[in-house]
């Protein structure tokens, strides 16, 4: 029977108690609340697959099922299932291949009784809240997925957990997924078998040691994943040698010296951000004709621009910012543009030069309305992968947990390029973001600008621009943060409610610019006590008490907190973490008019 994806509501009908020779039930993605599903689902001793999945039942964990010996798989993820597992009533002729909770909110240890399911090859038990050790008995089981991630184990990473097979003949991958736990140190691995392993996850732990050498020794691996932790010391030449790697993240560790060679030609996406490391950016990267993420963002990397991986036809997103790059970004002889790329922060650099007119020309994708299906080389539903970036949002430094696949944006701020801002930027009608700040840049603003129609963010801020502001920007209607300040723009600041609601600190130091005196009026917030005469602010600038800030912020950390939580699970993907964090900005903002 399978019933799945629709809007069935309430509770499983107690008939179904009748169907005792049914043999496969599927009610996945649904609307089903639960009710006693004991009562209705005991009696089904004929059952081999059962899938709950994304639906709200709520109670204990169903261990009624255990006593099904014809059962091999079990999924009850996506629910609101609670307390603590029971392995007790296992049948001893037990067939469960397949245990699938993930995404409830089951929490305590996890019994020892887990051998029981002798069967067992693939076990998930990632987002709950699941504490303490990963129970030794574990080791008895033939695993070939292990998904504890999102939990809160701690301690050592038990060596029985490398037992991971790998079963080719099945077509089957070993994976094992342990990221955003308490983990802080490794046993001594055993039973290291070449090959066992294809997908390696031990990002957002608290590991302090060397990058581990052992991992060499698993040479099919496809992902691997060791970001959000303290690694130190070099990344190792044996890298060159994962030739099926798909997925390298080593962001946000103390990694240093250069990066490898890398030999994949498979390979997807390669963050290293937030680093240490050294050199230069590898030649090898030429073969990866799949890169589509490149991140080596904040590292101390010293090279020129990479005008080579304009022939990675599927790029998307290329973040070199806060390096030591170096040079221009414009070789008329070597310069082919990027057509598929959406993401690019090269800020922070020692960037040089002019930028020709036409520079933009063939950045096409930034041109193309993203209808929510199109092919963009990257996965659908609405989000990149599972990539993280950092950029400046609004004047904020800011973590993109999830990037918006629709999301497009250019960041060539804190370099020295001078000139004219190319009018070919006008043709990237789809572009999110645009800095270009913190350069030497001259001329007017170009009103190719207006072109530009869901712009959101324009800092132009920290240069030589002089001139008008262009009058047409008052109809990009998206535009939400502006920044003209510290250039020698003059005349009018256009009035719309796009321009009337900035800070008045984004037109400041532009000695003939006139018009957003409102601006600073409204920023100014009361002061509700005398203060001391001595650390009395220039009247005319605006005053922020901070204890009324104090007083809203408290509590809307709380919220955004909650809300964040709630909002970012599993099933609610489709919200991006920024978006929760500028709304509760706005609402600062707003009780602190």
């Not at 639906?55 to 299932?81: G, M, R, T, W, Y």
């Not at 930034?366 to 950092?390: A, R």
Request: charged fraction near 15%.
């Amino acid at each position: 029977m399978d019933l799945s994806c629709n809007y069935i509501r309430g509770n499983i009908p107690t008939s179904f108690a009748n169907l005792t020779k049914l043999s496969i039930l599927y009610l996945y993605e649904n609307e089903f609340t639960g009710g006693d599903v004991e009562i209705v689902l005991a009696n089904l001793t004929g059952l081999t697959y059962i899938d709950l999945n994304s639906n709200h039942f709520k109670s204990s964990f169903p261990s009624f099922l255990l006593k099904i010996s014809s059962l091999v798989a079990i999924a009850l993820d996506e629910n609101l299932f609670e307390g603590t597992l029971d392995f007790g009533n296992t049948s001893s002729s037990s067939k469960l291949e397949v245990l699938n909770v993930r995404d409830n909110k089951f929490d305590g240890l996890v019994p020892e009784s887990i051998w029981k399911l002798h069967n067992l090859n693939t076990l998930d038990l990632s987002h709950n809240n699941f504490k303490g050790r990963v129970p030794s008995s574990i080791s008895k089981l033939n695993l070939i997925s292990i998904d504890l991630s999102y939990n809160k184990f701690e301690g050592q990473v038990p060596p029985h957990l490398w037992k991971v097979q790998w079963r080719p003949s099945k077509d089957e991958s070993g994976s094992l997924k342990l990221s955003h736990n308490s983990f802080n140190s490794f046993g001594k691995p055993v039973e290291v078998i070449d090959g066992a392993l294809v997908e390696l996850d031990l990002g957002s732990n608290l590991f302090q040691e060397t990058f581990p050498q052992w991992i060499c020794k698993f040479r099919n691996l496809t992902k691997l994943d060791l970001s959000n932790n303290r690694f130190s010391g070099s990344i190792p030449q044996c890298l060159k040698n994962f030739t099926n790697l798909r997925e390298l993240t080593l962001r946000n560790n103390s990694l240093s010296g250069l990066l490898p060679d890398l030999n994949a030609s498979e390979l997807r996406s390669l963050d290293v951000s937030r680093n240490n490391l050294l050199g230069k950016l590898p030649r090898s990267l030429i073969i990866s004709v799949e890169m589509e993420f490149l991140n080596v963002k904040g590292n101390k990397i010293k090279d020129t621009f990479p005008f080579w991986l304009g022939s990675l036809q599927v790029l998307n997103v290329l973040m070199l910012g806060s390096n030591a790059f170096y040079g221009p970004v414009y070789n008329p002889s070597t310069y082919l543009g990027f057509t598929n790329l959406q993401i690019i922060d090269i800020s922070n650099n020692n960037f040089v030069g002019s930028l020709p007119q036409d520079y933009f020309y063939n950045w096409t994708i930034m041109s193309l309305v993203w209808s929510g299906y199109e092919s963009l080389h990257i996965p659908e539903f609405g989000y990149m992968g599972d990539e993280s970036i950092n950029m400046v949002y609004k004047g904020v430094d800011m973590d993109f947990v999830r990037i918006l696949k629709g999301f497009k944006a250019i960041d060539f701020s804190g370099n020295r390029f001078s000139g004219h801002i190319p009018t070919s930027i006008g043709l990237l009608s789809e572009l999110n973001l645009l800095n270009l700040s913190g350069n030497t840049f001259a001329g007017n603003i170009p009103p190719s600008l207006t072109n530009i129609t869901k712009l959101e963010i324009l800092d132009l801020s920290r240069n030589n621009l002089s001139g008008e502001i262009p009058r047409g920007l008052v109809n990009l209607s998206f535009l939400s943060y502006i920044n003209f300040s510290n250039n020698h723009l003059q005349g009018l600041v256009p009035q719309s409610p796009q321009f009337g609601s900035q800070n008045c600190s984004s037109f400041m130091n532009n000695p003939g610019l006139y018009g957003f005196e409102e601006n600073c009026a409204k920023n100014r917030v009361p002061v509700l006590h005398q203060p001391d005469e001595s650390l009395t602010s220039d009247p005319d600038e605006p005053v922020l008490n901070w204890k009324v800030a104090a007083i809203v912020f408290g509590p809307g950390v709380f919220c955004g907190l909650v809300i964040g939580h709630i909002f970012t699970s599993y099933k609610h993907e489709w919200f991006n973490y920024s978006w929760l964090i500028l709304s509760f900005k706005g609402f600062v903002k707003f009780v602190l008019r």
